[in-house]
């Protein structure tokens, strides 16, 4: 990485390193029951009291040139602070702004609240029965979004099939858990709102506070430092609205939020899932039908779901030949903290779901499941069930790479005494974001420095370092004239989002566009002085130089000084088009596919149930490589991550109430969990187009455990995380697949 | 007054001796290298030493440090030298977004002090106390491998 040097140092500095002068620390007050009124909220007290500056409540939003209270990008459904109803547990009420966190705290208990109770519903399908209280009147039965996919005669699918299979998966809530909590700082200076915090959407943390405060964009700045890992979590808006109206009343203090660990777990989550899938097949495995069927669980709030649960849509099939398709994908409000992406965003959910059931219709017919794969993958040239046609896709080569890093044709030992073996895979597909925009700027400087300005935000994942690199090779200069500058919506230019691995793909692209414009212009400014036309200029290597008169050369810098120019400046972009249609999920699902596999071998104590991943092989579909080192870290950092919700992670609720805040009872992936022997491979094409491999190797994780397991012991779990418990239980209730 | 020896210096602070040591050691001294993860002591992102051994700052009361010898990330190089474990943590790409690093090197510090030539299961055990979400343990073991024979 090109800061690796200050990586090493302690010296990177994050959204919680921030101090300016005179700066505040803001507190939350948080809801304490699950659904109920806000019958009385007293702050009096609270605001007269030492080292307090500014006390937030819903009273001094909806008031002549103030904050508006309702926000969301998809739907203004949630409110910055409650008003009058509160619906999760850990909601905020109120905010404190004061001189030290001990004032703040102190002011927080003397805030009085009064709730009055009412019933909550915390599961997705309890949530759509009539009897279940309804979250948001405009949602009577708590669906607020439906997704469709219609394709093909699904009925004549499963009536033509031999078998038809019908499988329920479940996934549990559970934690994005970057170890930096969310950070933001804000302040007001002259009517202008600056923001510093650690988001991967500053662009959408700008549109959405600059409504809440009914001011024009351009008049909120949007700072985005290194962040200490976001797999998701600090994605969309999620702090700033708080921070931002609590900064308004400090009248030109800045005010910083960091949340403790408890909130992080109240602040956003996995969305929960119900995935029912059912599949025809004929005795020589061909395909028929699938129906899948998929319950959200979005917690109280839209937040991120609507896009999220649209996109699931496609992601819930599966890249196989199937010819009828029907998809359902419900979005559901619940009593719980709002859920939002989570690393492999829906897709983890669904390849559970679709990659488990792959086995057990592989073993039903007696094949091999890398065999039965082989046969129903879908390859270049294909149609998907969007009715798009496949192009680059590489399921079965990143399959059978998974497949040989693990010995897939070598004997297994399969263990003795309580200690059993097994080996399982799996694959995904996933689509991004359909429809998005990634803009930069280059500007070259007569000293041979070239500054990229991008939005698009480094999280650990290497960003910066990827695009300087695509940026060094394109404009022919060494990577240390390179600088990368940004996020900073008052310098750099429009990015969607860096999520849904789409950075190295949609800005990486938009950056090779860039040097095109800044070749262009260099040629454009050396033929005068060179005397000959722009078109016969070669741009290699630091020097513009015509090809037929070897001596005709001189360096970009001397091209710029003998134009009298200090600097070029010329701006990339790169868009796609896409989408689907709402009614029949048919269209354009994404500008290229996410491809991934696993392979993996477990051991399964039949004593105690305990699963341990021995050998855990990766591949992921790259186009094109940019940095090797930092691309093995997404498919090893993919695999650990993913080995959390598939062994470990859950949260855990009591009435709404989570039982296990902290990084205690909710156990992430140690070192002691990480596999023995680690693979990893990154498939390119000749195509040479950059994709994305940011989530690629994680979905797989879960599924080809399980598969694993069943191979090992012969039970298949059906709902994560896959604990010794679970694993026990169904080895002494006997359930085989 | 609470006084404690920091990378090398000697501090005399008047600081509130029940506050967690990660607080005074980043708000009174400005060492940023040292990071809050969980608050309860088992993600390892605030590993400091004191006299050599590695412990959870967050979990650590300010006033237990009187008289110690404290060391962060910050005073682990000599002259601007990279130290050897920093080397090596740096040669084999061990981290991400590196929150976590400083704590990892730290108590890969402390291991290599107490056994200079760790087999794997020791390493394991031993930095499984310390946390990396985005998950760069092969790297990590690489690096402290690394660290270890050089």
Redesign the interface.
């Known amino acids: 990485?090109l800061d690796?040097?200050a990586?090493?140092?302690?010296?990177?500095?994050?959204a919680?390193?921030l101090e300016l002068p005179d700066m505040l620390v803001a507190k939350v007050l948080r809801c304490s029951i699950a659904h109920g009124r806000i019958i009385r909220l007293d702050a009096s007290e609270a605001e007269t009291m030492p080292g307090v500056v500014a006390v937030l409540t819903a009273a001094d939003f909806d008031q002549p040139g103030g904050p508006s209270l309702m926000y969301g990008a998809n739907i203004p459904d949630q409110p910055v602070v409650a008003r009058d109803r509160v619906k999760y547990v850990g909601e905020p009420v109120a905010v404190v702004a004061a001189q030290d966190s001990t004032s703040a705290e102190a002011a927080l208990g003397a805030i009085n609240v009064e709730y009055e109770e009412d019933a909550a519903v915390y599961g997705p399908l309890e949530a759509m029965t009539a009897a279940a209280p309804v979250l948001h009147a405009d949602h009577p039965d708590n669906r607020f979004v439906h997704g469709k996919l219609r394709h093909g005669d699904v009925q004549a699918g499963f009536d033509a099939a031999d078998e038809v299979i019908e499988e329920t998966f479940t996934s549990p809530l559970a934690q994005q858990?970057?170890?930096?909590?969310h950070t933001a700082v804000a302040q007001w200076t002259d009517g202008m709102l600056n923001v510093w915090t650690g988001a991967q959407a500053p662009y959408t943390v700008r549109g959405v506070l600059a409504e809440i405060f009914g001011i024009p964009p351009e008049g909120v700045r949007i700072i985005v430092p290194?962040?200490?890992?976001g797999?998701g979590g600090k994605g969309h808006v999620r702090i700033e609205p708080l921070v931002a109206a609590v900064a308004w009343k400090a009248t030109g203090r800045p005010v910083r939020l960091t949340l403790?660990?408890a909130e992080e777990f109240v602040t956003v989550t996995k969305h929960a899932a119900v995935i029912t899938i059912k599949t025809g097949v004929k005795r020589d495995g061909t395909l028929t039908a699938r129906q899948v069927t998929l319950y959200w669980g979005a917690g109280a709030y839209a937040d991120a779901s609507p896009g999220l649960i649209r996109a699931s849509v496609p992601r819930s099939v599966g890249p196989y030949r199937i010819p009828a398709v029907r998809v359902d994908a419900y979005g559901i409000y619940t009593n719980l903290p709002p859920a939002a992406a989570y690393r492999g965003a829906m897709s983890s959910q669904c390849t559970w779901a679709y990659e488990s059931h792959t086995d057990t219709l592989a073993r039903r017919l007696g094949m091999d499941p890398l065999e039965f794969r082989r046969q129903n993958v879908l390859r270049s040239g294909e149609q998907y069930c969007t009715g798009e046609t496949m192009h680059d896709v590489h399921f079965i080569e990143c399959l059978e790479a998974a497949a040989e890093g693990l010995g897939w044709t070598q004997p297994l030992k399969r263990g003795s005494g309580p200690a059993r073996h097994g080996r399982g895979m799996a694959v995904m597909l996933k689509s991004t974001i359909a429809r998005s925009k990634s803009e930069c700027r280059l500007v070259l400087d007569a000293d041979g420095t070239l500054t990229l300005y991008t939005s698009t935000v480094e999280?650990?994942?290497?960003a910066h370092t990827a695009l300087a690199q695509i940026a060094a090779e394109a404009v022919a200069l060494p990577l240390a004239h390179v600088h990368v500058v940004g996020p900073d919506t008052a310098i750099t230019p429009y990015d969607a989002t860096t999520s849904a691995s789409r950075s190295t793909n949609m800005m990486g692209t938009a950056v090779l566009d860039a040097a095109g414009r800044l070749k262009d212009r260099l040629r454009q400014i050396a033929a005068p002085i060179l005397e000959v036309e722009a078109e016969a200029l070669s741009v290699e290597r630091g020097e513009i130089f015509d090809d037929s008169e070897p001596e005709s050369r001189m360096s970009y810098g001397e091209a710029l000084e003998r134009s009298g120019l200090d600097s070029i400046e010329v701006t990339g972009m790169h868009a796609t088009q896409g989408g689907l249609d709402p009614e029949t999920g048919q269209g354009v699902a994404t500008p290229h596919w996410h491809q991934g596999a696993g392979a993996c071998e477990v051991e399964v104590d039949i004593e105690t149930g305990k699963v341990r991943v021995l050998r855990f092989h990766a591949a992921s579909f790259a186009g094109r490589v940019v940095n090797p080192?930092?691309a093995r870290?997404q498919n090893?950092?993919?695999?650990?991550?993913g080995m959390g919700p598939a062994l470990l992670e859950e949260m855990v609720f009591d009435q709404g109430q989570l039982l296990n805040p902290?990084?205690?009872d909710y156990m992430?992936?140690?070192?002691?969990d990480?596999p023995e022997e680690?693979g990893s491979r990154l498939l390119e094409s000749s195509a040479g187009e950059f994709h994305g491999i940011g989530e690629m190797t994680l979905p797989p994780v879960a599924p080809a455990i399980a598969n694993a397991v069943f191979d090992a012991v012969g039970v298949r779990i059906r709902e994560l995380p896959i604990t010794a418990e679970r694993v026990l239980r169904a080895l002494k209730g006997g359930a085989g697949g | 007054m609470i006084e404690f020896r920091v990378n090398g210096e000697v501090h005399a602070l008047d600081a509130d001796p029940a506050r967690p040591l990660l607080e005074v050691l980043r708000d009174e001294l400005g060492l940023r290298s040292v990071r809050e993860g969980c608050g309860i002591g088992v993600c390892g992102t605030c590993t400091i030493l004191v006299d050599g051994r590695a412990i959870s700052s967050c979990l650590t009361l300010a006033g237990l440090a009187e008289g110690m010898d404290i060391l962060t990330v910050e005073g682990l190089s000599e002259e601007g030298a990279l130290h050897p474990v920093q080397q090596a943590y740096l040669d084999h790409a061990a981290f991400q977004c590196a929150y976590c690093t400083p704590g990892f090197i730290l108590a890969t510090v402390a291991l290599l002090q107490e056994a200079p030539s760790p087999d794997e299961a020791t390493v394991r055990a031993h930095l499984a106390g310390n946390l990396c979400r985005c998950g760069s343990y092969r790297n990590i073991l690489e690096a402290v491998r690394a660290a270890a024979s050089g």
């Open positions: 990485m690796a040097d990586r090493v140092r302690g010296a990177v500095r994050y919680v390193d858990a970057s170890l930096e909590p290194n962040l200490g890992g797999y403790s660990r999280m650990g994942q290497g080192s930092l870290l090893d950092g993919n695999v650990i991550f902290n990084l205690s992430l992936p140690s070192l002691s990480a680690m």
